[in-house]
């Protein structure tokens, strides 16, 4: 089992920057591929950006590519989100998301996640 803590959500003006932060405990974290979605309300949940358990791919949702970037530090147990140049339309809440032992494929697909966070709210006004 493996549980995972989102925090770093807030509120922040349009064109100004949070770093969300998920740590993750349980089983052994670097064997996990981690990602990051979003739901807003009313809306799916949706892809934000995944990275792989080895630590060489990542993937981005066209939405936030050149925005968001999202790296991991495997000696905290932790997947970060840093958001640059945040818009409105990035109000949601932001979910972290762990994906253990399998191929990197089709890693924008929320079906691949055994494992979630809570959750944390990120709020851009205009």
């Known amino acids: 089992q493996v549980q995972l803590v989102e925090s770093g959500g807030g509120l922040v003006q349009a064109g100004g920057s949070l770093r969300l932060s998920c740590t993750a405990s349980?089983?052994?974290?670097?064997?996990?591929?981690m990602a990051w979605f979003r739901q807003a309300p009313g809306q799916e949940r949706e892809f934000v950006a995944a990275h792989s358990s080895s630590g060489s791919r990542t993937s981005y949702a066209d939405s936030v590519k050149d925005r968001f970037s999202i790296s991991r530090d495997n000696a905290k147990n932790t997947v970060y989100l840093q958001m640059n140049s945040l818009k409105p339309e990035d109000t949601a809440v932001y979910y972290c998301?762990?994906?253990?032992?399998?191929?990197?494929?089709?890693?924008?697909?929320?079906?691949?996640?055994?494992?979630w966070g809570q959750g944390t709210q990120v709020t851009v006004s205009s």
């Open positions: 998301a762990a994906d253990y032992g399998s191929l990197w494929r089709n890693q924008q697909a929320p079906v691949k996640y055994e494992y």
């Open positions: 349980g089983r052994t974290f670097s064997t996990y591929h």
